[in-house]
């Protein structure tokens, strides 16, 4: 029997695929105050734990796979997206559409083999247009986190997938019953996704937050992968809002387990409530 997480929304199934854990650096932390700053200099902390995760979304006739995990990029306690798939028992030659949420290595460097070729043979690439369009340019050397490494990779990405690469508007559904969230900062075309099936909804938020531990009771602290961070606070505070005011069901591009739940008011933040 499989283990992976799933989620009915009315007739849309969702399928969380864990690529893999990691612990984030402190030093990646931005906004944090006294007592944070105490509590992560206590051993075996747990609070920038994190994890990648992917999602199969399936529609009618469709499989959309949401992002694809970084292959083996980050070491070796990520890059299992393909098991996750295979245990979906979905083959790559199955999945008819992708959505990138935004091009960071951990979401778009499973997609493609270390020869450059497409994983993914019969898939049509969906990309924000911003997003496309901001890695498209040549020069990164002021980008923070090696940004013209980034920029390299999702070059290969959109060479491996060429003709099947579709730009969307923000606006734009993906398959049927699914469209982007924008959430621009983390980088500048960065998106969630929305389910809208049978009067039910779901939002995944995608990278407003990387280390739930900290991020979900304290929203004011960021991390220095967001390329704006001023319009990624604006971001997180906007998506988290919206989940826990409507009382939508969430997930996110790095949420730890269990992959589907609620947001709760929390003191001055939330609080993570599995479904
Ligand atoms: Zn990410």
Redesign the pocket.
Known sequence: MSDLQELMVGSTRVVALKDGELTLPKEILLNIDEETTKKLSEENNQLTNSQ?NAYLIFKNEKILLV?SGCRDLFGPTCGFVHEEIAKANVKPEDITDIFF??L????VGGSINKDGKAIFPNATVNIIEDELNFWSKDDFEDIEVNGKNMADLNKSVIKAYGERVKTIKTNQEIISGVFPVPLPG?TPGHSGFRIDDDNISFVQM??VL?TPNLQLSDPNISVL?DIDVEQGLKSRKKAFDMVCNDRIICSG??ILEPKFGYLDKFGSGYKYVAI
Do not use: L
């Not at 960071?104 to 979401?107: S, Y």
């Open positions: 990648i992002d949420t935004h960071h290595p951990d979401h983390h995608g990278d990387h992968f591009g790095h």
